[in-house]
């Protein structure tokens, strides 16, 4: 008889042949700034995250800077949205400004800049719209702008998560050109049209006000595109690729750790705030089942983990 209890009898033990560890050092905290002044907006679908003015933004600087994590990824909310998204690429619009505040004030946190339209366009799609089509390549210029004024601001990493096809060749181009040879892309490849979305789009007020978006974002039924995709992205110039939602796709998360590029995976909003939900209701245990789920998505193979559970689990990792 094989005894794989002989392994499991006391903690030691378990702890000597332990395979897979979470590590703070692996997690990235989203966070949400807002155009205006003394704004601190709890989001209502995501119990513990908020939306903050620049101005209240050290209430959430000084744990994430305290609790050591790997950093930040940064979303903006612009007061004006245009057609045009003309905020997403003014140097003095609301992510550039987060962004220089942050580097002066806590100059240690690495900041990663999402890059995308939809925060910012009137009707809030990823790329540009003309008669209710998205339209990708007249979208790329407009990507690549954005890139280089957040870069300008000091983004340390640019993330680009439109689905917008070649867009990652375009940024890196554009990066290059105008000095941010050293800036990495850190690649949202395998992004998949998912329900798991909903809270973050009122965290980020980016809900698109006709159609969806399942003319960019890939098919969740789609493995093998999953891969054809993360393919592209690595050609195209991505330092870093990603897949997201995490939990929903450990299978594609596991086979893009086979490419030998640094991988993460984005535990997304409405994977939160069901595990805040049950155990608000007191369903779950909720150190117990983000620990689970966090080593699951380690165990699939990521290296990076973004997710609104960081600060929380780099607490109970610390007690652990
Ligand atoms: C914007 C963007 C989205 C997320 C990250 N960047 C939403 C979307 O595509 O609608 C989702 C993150 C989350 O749900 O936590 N393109
Ligand atoms: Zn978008």
């Not at 690549?144 to 340390?156: E, F, I, P, Q, R």
């Not at 698109?208 to 974002?217: A, E, K, L, M, V």
């Amino acid at each position: 008889m094989k005894r794989f209890r002989r392994l499991r009898s006391n903690e030691q033990i378990r702890r000597l042949v332990r395979e897979t560890y979470v590590d703070k050092k692996d997690l990235i905290y989203p966070i949400f700034v807002i155009e205006g002044e003394n704004i601190r907006n709890p989001v209502p679908s995501m119990p513990g995250i908020y939306q903050y003015s620049v101005d209240q933004l050290d209430e959430i600087l000084q744990p994430i800077s305290e609790s050591k994590i790997a950093g930040l990824l940064i979303f903006g909310i612009p007061k004006h949205k245009d057609e045009l998204a003309t905020s997403a690429y003014d140097d003095n619009g609301i992510t550039q400004t987060a962004i220089r505040y942050i580097k002066t004030k806590y100059p240690d946190i690495l900041i990663i800049a999402d890059v995308c339209l939809c925060e910012y366009t009137s009707h809030g799609h990823c790329g540009l719209v003309k008669h209710d089509v998205i339209l990708n390549d007249e979208t790329l210029p407009l990507l690549s702008k954005m890139s280089v004024s957040l870069a300008k601001a000091g983004a340390d990493i640019i993330a680009p998560s439109d689905m917008m096809d070649g867009r990652v060749g375009a940024i890196r181009k554009a990066l290059d050109e105008n000095g941010f040879l050293n800036t990495p892309i850190m690649a949202y490849s395998a992004k998949f049209a998912s329900g798991y979305y909903s809270p973050f789009r009122d965290a980020a007020e980016s809900a698109p006000c006709f159609g969806d978006r399942r003319t960019y974002q890939m098919d969740c039924s789609n493995g093998k595109e999953a891969l054809r995709e993360i393919e592209a992205d690595i050609e195209e110039g991505a330092d870093i690729v990603m897949v997201k939602p995490a939990l929903a796709y450990l299978d594609v998360v596991q086979k893009a750790s086979e490419y030998h590029v640094p991988l993460a995976a984005y535990n997304v909003s409405g994977e939160y705030s069901m595990v805040k939900a049950a155990a608000q209701n007191g369903w779950i245990d909720e150190k117990r089942i983000v620990l689970e789920n966090l080593t699951a998505i380690k165990r699939a193979g990521a290296d990076i983990i973004i997710t609104y559970h960081a600060l929380d689990a780099a607490k109970w990792l610390e007690e652990e």
